[in-house]
């Protein structure tokens, strides 16, 4: 559904991006991630046609981003990281312009305005004037905004940025929604928690550079060194830890907050063994699980390769 | 006809209509300029019946409702001098400064259609104005003295250089990224278009050639003003008080003239920098004279003033659309660059 190639911009002296290439298939949720001027803006503005790449090719839905920037918006939901609301409309009038600037008809505006303003949940402000909406209101309304012209494609800079934790969750939910109606999202943002749980695939951009891009866990796994254990057992600690240091698979082991933690190189098998040896030096193990890698440590490293 | 239609009809009009509606500031401004145009004309008419103690004679009255008018259309010209480039100076910086453009370029609305809309917007709000001055400028035919195609035409002048001064405001607006430098560019815009073309008219009057055969007219810089075509709309007589001076091939000089009556021809004698009169003692060189509205020579000979003057002005609104046309899009397709996508380098590929 949207497909990078190469794609650099240069400002003057500065590489704001770097031959960044990725791609998102149909469906997909796909975050964005890289700390601040990384070139996340950068990257949408020239997929919403908005800025012109120094080099690379960008497309959206099979529309060059260069070539053809009327299919391109056409087919697009561009939300960007500020609110661009103007003074002196009510919430109705708002969405009823812009979905004349997208020449919808204007027997279906009316509807559209409706649908939108209840999808977003502010049916109940929508005769209240633009301007004077809270933050996470405002940045609900520019969502639906995006929506106006039912886009299979949308691009949302840092929306869930300054907004409070509430109204961050009420943001998630929506986009879960719009998920659910097929649409293809892009969300950029520095704060990872808010992505991790919402999103299928994910893309780290670093000084201008993708670092890593693919399905969420497997980012995760391909980047976080070797997996981790946590084991409890009933007294007998450092039996359990003598057991397992040995071990050809164990990278380590030690105390964590009451339970052992090993790191270990393998696969589900590797892991059944090492439990089942524990079992056989008469070790009474009361929890085995594997612990999950986040978002965040993933993140860290793929960002602090780009540093060292 | 649906391209057309789609063109005109077009929602950032709509939208601005409301949002300039809604404001204070619009019903001040149309407030402020009826009182000012209105304050005007009703120091005018008191000055003069006061002046006038005993009936006014058809002549008179004639002549105070040309002042009146003169007046009325020079001090509403100034006015709204004043008023349009600030309507269109911020019409695509604010934009900007708001950062809402970028959600106005992602739509299907072309680039122009933006420009197109904040123009017509802010002209209905000009010819709301000059609507609003209408039964003001109704008192100059209590007096008599000026006819009906004299005021349209007098209003159309008016309307073209507000016209002229909303897209220059506009085209100010679309190369600066601020609206405060694109107004302060706008206001230089507009002096120069209003006063500095009067100016080159002083500095560079045309010379006088006492053996042509027509009579001599300002440089053809000067109709840019529309000072010239509304007094000349007013007075209906040529203009020999401007714009034209006897050669006196290098030096100061200057020349003596003496007047027969108020709109009688004027006869000139070349003065030398030493203040006597270049010729023979008494020679007196009398260059052809202008006779009625029409332009008597130059570029533009045989058109009227006003004629001209909307011709240059509409050039000039051409120019500067054209200008904020090229400039508005958020990706320029200038005709010297590049348009086809530069591919992506061999690092990328690999």
């Known amino acids: 559904m949207i497909a990078v190639e190469g794609l650099t911009k240069v400002y003057g002296r500065r590489t704001a991006l770097d031959h960044a290439s990725f791609e998102v298939p149909k469906g997909e949720i796909f975050g964005f991630v890289g700390p601040n001027g990384a070139g996340k803006t950068t990257t949408l503005r020239i997929l919403a046609a908005l800025l012109e790449p120094t080099a690379g090719r960008a497309f959206v839905d099979g529309a060059d981003v260069i070539q053809h920037p009327d299919r391109v918006h056409e087919r697009l939901g561009y939300m960007p990281d500020f609110f661009g609301v103007y003074d002196q409309l009510t919430a109705a009038e708002y969405l009823d312009f812009y979905a004349a600037c997208y020449r919808q008809p204007r027997v279906r505006r009316k509807k559209i305005a409706d649908d939108l303003l209840e999808l977003v949940g502010l049916s109940d402000r929508r005769d209240q004037a633009v301007d004077t909406l809270s933050r996470g209101l405002k940045q609900r309304l520019c969502l639906a905004r995006a929506l106006v012209h039912d886009p299979a494609v949308l691009l949302l800079d840092e929306p869930a940025s300054g907004l409070d934790p509430r109204a961050r969750v009420e943001m998630r939910e929506i986009l879960k929604e719009l998920q659910t109606m097929g649409k293809t999202i892009v969300i950029s943002s520095h704060i990872l928690p808010e992505l991790t749980e919402l999103c299928t695939m994910v893309g780290i951009i670093d000084q201008g550079r993708i670092r890593a891009t693919g399905p969420v866990q497997d980012v995760i796994r391909r980047l976080t060194i070797g997996r981790r254990l946590r084991i409890t057992v009933l007294g007998q600690k450092e039996e359990a830890i003598a057991v397992l240091k040995p071990l050809s698979a164990i990278r380590d082991a030690a105390m964590v907050n009451g339970a052992i933690e090993a790191a270990f190189e393998g696969d589900e098998a590797t892991a059944a063994g090492i439990l089942q040896t524990l079992i056989a030096a008469g070790i009474k193990v009361s929890g085995f699980s594997q612990l999950e890698g986040g978002l965040e440590d993933a993140f860290l490293k793929a960002t602090s390769e780009a540093v060292g | ?350």
């Open chain 2, 1 to 350: 006809m649906r391209r057309i239609a789609l063109a005109f009809w077009n929602p950032i009009v709509a939208k601005e209509y409301r949002s300039r509606m809604r404001t204070w500031r619009s019903p001040v401004a149309m407030t402020v300029y009826i009182l000012l145009l209105g304050g005007l004309g009703w120091a005018i008419f008191s000055s003069m019946s006061a002046s006038a103690h005993t009936a006014f004679n058809q002549g008179q009255a004639a002549s105070f409702g040309q002042g009146l008018f003169i007046y009325l259309v020079l001090f509403q010209m100034v006015l709204l001098a004043f008023i349009t480039p600030a309507l269109t100076a911020g019409a695509v910086s604010s934009e900007r400064e708001r950062q809402t453009i970028d959600l106005l370029f992602v739509t299907k609305l072309p680039s122009f259609s933006i420009l197109w809309g904040k123009l017509l917007a802010s002209m209905s709000f000009v010819l709301l104005l000059l609507l609003l001055s209408v039964p003001i400028f109704s008192l100059v035919f209590l007096f008599g003295g000026i006819e009906l195609d004299q005021l349209l035409a007098a209003f159309l002048v008016t309307a073209v250089a507000a016209l002229t001064l909303g897209i220059i405001g506009l085209a100010c607006s679309t190369a600066f990224p601020r609206t405060l430098p694109a107004t302060v560019a706008a206001y230089g815009a507009a002096f120069i278009l209003l006063a500095g073309s009067l100016l080159f008219g002083l500095l560079f009057p045309t010379d006088i050639d006492p053996n042509a055969t027509r009579a001599p007219a300002p440089p053809a810089v000067t109709y840019m003003s529309p000072v010239l075509p509304l007094v000349t709309i007013g007075t209906n007589t040529p203009v020999t008080w401007y714009g034209i001076r006897n050669y006196q091939g290098g030096g100061f000089g200057g020349s003596s003239c003496s007047s027969a009556g108020p709109y009688g021809p004027t006869t000139c004698v070349p003065i030398g920098p030493n203040g006597i009169p270049i010729g023979k003692g008494g020679f007196v060189r009398t260059p052809p004279q202008p006779y009625g509205t029409t332009i008597p020579s130059g570029l533009f000979s045989g058109w009227q003033y006003w004629q001209a003057t909307v011709t240059m002005q509409l050039l000039v609104s051409l120019a500067a659309l054209i200008v904020s046309a090229v400039l508005i899009p958020p990706i320029r397709h200038l005709p010297w660059r590049r348009t086809k996508p530069i591919p992506a380098t061999a690092a990328a590929v690999e």
